[in-house]
Nanobody, 114 residues
């Protein structure tokens, strides 16, 4: 079993920044993929960003150039730096790890509004 604990969500004005964190614990393989997905109101869950233990990253088209994913593999912790936030970034953000099964965090709300 793997547990994921997310933190860092909240309310921010358009153009602002937030940083999300997610710490994984439990039975984690040395090689894994950690990432963030989001689900906005009335929308399906979508990819935000992923990062492998080797540092290879992948981003959803809507966040490229604005969001940066990073990780501390020794701590099994992943971060999402979100800059230039837009109202359409409003969503519940879920942390995910593939090790090799899929595990999800409980989600953290990000609201971008003036």
């Amino acid at each position: 079993q793997v547990q994921l604990v997310e933190s860092g969500g909240g309310l921010v004005q358009p153009g602002g920044s937030l940083r999300l964190s997610c710490a994984a614990s439990g039975s984690i393989f040395k090689f894994n993929v950690m990432g963030w997905y989001r689900q906005g109101p009335g929308k399906e869950r979508e990819l935000v960003a992923t990062i492998t233990t080797g540092g290879t990253t992948d981003y959803g088209d809507s966040v490229k150039g604005r969001f940066t994913i990073s990780r501390e593999s020794a701590k099994n912790t992943v971060y999402l730096q979100m800059n230039s936030l837009k109202p359409e970034d409003t969503a519940v953000y879920y942390c995910n790890i593939k090790t090799p099964l899929n595990y999800w965090g409980q989600g953290t709300q990000v609201t971008v509004s003036s």
